[in-house]
């Protein structure tokens, strides 16, 4: 597995990951660093919304893990402090999603506790209406939603406690599931996020991959 920075300069950790090939794990291939791809993304929902004063993509990988489309890297997130600037790192996989999806994002609570979360949006409320849902699931993660009914129909006691026992964040921005967590995160723990990712993608009702076309169930367009 090759490896270059976005942000350039070595990273002698990633250098050891790849070194070691991740023995009896798949790896990446087809690597390639783009500077321009943070672009890609809405800013204004997680983890990107977490860097009010600035973002820089380090470590960018790109390539393909269990035949989906992946992209893990570190997440540099400028927050401003009393006396100056803080930069919080937070680790990131991108998976390719089948098709485009409502947007909704799922947060661990024992995330939110970190560093202004709960007060930065989940989700954009500028691209369009959005509904924070403090009623749905268990205490252990937050929801918010484009579509309730959407976010109902995932919702799942066995993903929360994974999300839960895993630290982690996820948003579906588009056709893409953006995962997230707290903190520098080497890139075998980078791959087994976006296998946690994957797994939660698996585990969706098949309704929920014709949302746009049949609607939920029990409403105008449903089944």
């Keep these: 597995m090759a490896r270059r920075g976005a942000g350039g300069g070595a990273n002698h950790a990633g250098e050891k990951?790849?070194?070691?090939?991740?023995?009896?794990?798949?790896?990446?291939?087809?690597?390639?660093?783009r500077p321009e791809y943070?672009?890609?993304?809405?800013?204004?929902?997680?983890?990107?919304?977490l860097?009010?004063?600035?973002?820089?993509?380090?470590?960018?990988?790109?390539?393909?893990?269990?035949g989906q489309e992946l992209s893990p890297f570190h997440l540099l997130a400028w927050q401003r402090g009393a006396k100056a600037n803080v930069a919080?790192?937070?680790?990131?996989?991108?998976l390719r999603l089948p098709c485009t999806l409502q947007a909704t994002a799922v947060t661990s609570r024992r995330l939110t506790a970190f560093h202004r979360v709960?007060?930065?949006?989940?989700?954009?409320?500028?691209?369009?209406?959005?509904?924070?849902?403090?009623?749905?699931?268990t205490?252990?993660?937050?929801y918010c939603a484009?579509?309730?009914?959407?976010?109902?129909?995932?919702?799942?006691?066995?993903?929360?406690?994974?999300?839960?026992?895993?630290?982690?964040?996820?948003?579906?921005?588009g056709n893409r599931m953006i995962g997230w967590t707290h903190g520098r995160e080497t890139y075998e723990a980078l791959l087994s996020l976006a296998e946690t990712i994957a797994v939660i993608v698996k585990g969706f009702l098949e309704d929920a991959w014709c949302w746009w076309e049949c609607g939920p169930r029990g409403r105008p367009g449903g089944k």
């Design 17 to 33: 990951i790849k070194q070691q090939a991740l023995p009896g794990r798949p790896g990446l291939d087809v690597p390639q660093a």
């Design 88 to 94: 919080w790192t937070y680790s990131v996989a991108v």
């Design 51 to 66: 860097g009010p004063d600035g973002l820089a993509i380090r470590n960018l990988l790109q390539g393909r893990c269990r």
């Design 146 to 173: 484009s579509d309730p009914d959407f976010a109902a129909l995932i919702s799942t006691y066995a993903m929360e406690r994974r999300m839960h026992d895993a630290r982690l964040g996820w948003r579906i921005e």
């Design 139 to 142: 205490h252990l993660v937050h």
């Design 118 to 137: 709960e007060k930065r949006p989940a989700l954009n409320r500028l691209t369009g209406p959005v509904r924070d849902l403090p009623d749905l699931g």
């Design 38 to 49: 943070l672009a890609t993304f809405d800013h204004g929902g997680y983890p990107f919304s």
